[in-house]
């Protein structure tokens, strides 16, 4: 489980095909405080998908994503140099500072627009038609990771105010309209909407 408070931004180094190339191996460099106390095996959190460290190493860890997972996500689409977004997952005990994640992305979305609004920006996704019911205005949604409350709801899109602090530690400072985004919705919407295909 994770919180969606990303605490490192990493670099991808390289992307290794494996497995006949269905199947990719990514190699991602990190400051070496972030892998503190991490082991072969932990899960890790890439921009809102949840990927096991296969290796580590002194600054970077690498991961395997199967066919399911790049054609589920943005991962498919990721070249060297891309920003990720990273959390390890959570402890007892930790600080839930944002919402409880799972790490497995429901579905891709797509920047539609960002707009400075006061001292923040309104930034405006547009959600697959699947995803899209199960997102409530001051629900939380993940983007990328990112644990943000929704703002507005308008059909497939919606809204989410971003402060320049979230900007400056997230790759939030790097998207433009038209990129591809990872989101998550909130745990308990899928559950309520599983429940609801069973209504009498």
Same mark, same amino acid.
């Given at each position: ?13 390289? $992307? ?55 054609? &589920? ?5 990721? &070249? ?5 977004n990273l959390e390890r997952s959570l402890k007892l005990g ?36 699947h995803v899209a019911p199960h997102i409530a205005v001051k ?6 990771? $990112?644990?943000?409350? $929704? ?40 559950y309520v909407a599983r429940l609801m295909e069973f209504r009498?």
């Amino acid at each position: 489980m994770f919180t969606g408070i990303v605490t490192a931004l990493g670099s991808l180094r390289e $992307v290794q095909p494996i497995g006949g190339g269905h199947d990719m191996r990514l190699v991602i460099g990190v400051e070496p405080e972030f892998l503190a106390g991490a082991v072969v095996g932990c899960s890790i959190a890439c921009s809102g998908a949840c990927l096991t460290a296969v290796d580590l190493y002194a600054d970077s860890f690498s991961a395997n994503a199967s066919a399911e997972t790049l054609s &589920k996500t943005t991962l498919g689409a990721w &070249k060297p140099g891309r920003r990720i977004n990273l959390e390890r997952s959570l402890k007892l005990g930790d600080e839930l500072g944002g919402h409880l994640m799972s790490g497995h992305v429901d579905g891709v979305g797509e920047v539609v627009a960002a707009t400075p609004e006061n001292a923040s920006v309104r930034w405006r996704f547009r959600a697959p038609a699947h995803v899209a019911p199960h997102i409530a205005v001051k629900g939380s949604i993940a983007i990328d990771g $990112v644990s943000l409350t $929704v703002n507005e709801v308008d059909g497939l899109e919606f809204g989410v105010n971003i402060i320049p602090h979230t900007a400056a530690v997230t790759s939030f400072g790097t998207l433009q309209p038209g990129d591809a985004v990872n989101l998550e919705i909130d745990t308990l919407a899928r559950y309520v909407a599983r429940l609801m295909e069973f209504r009498a």
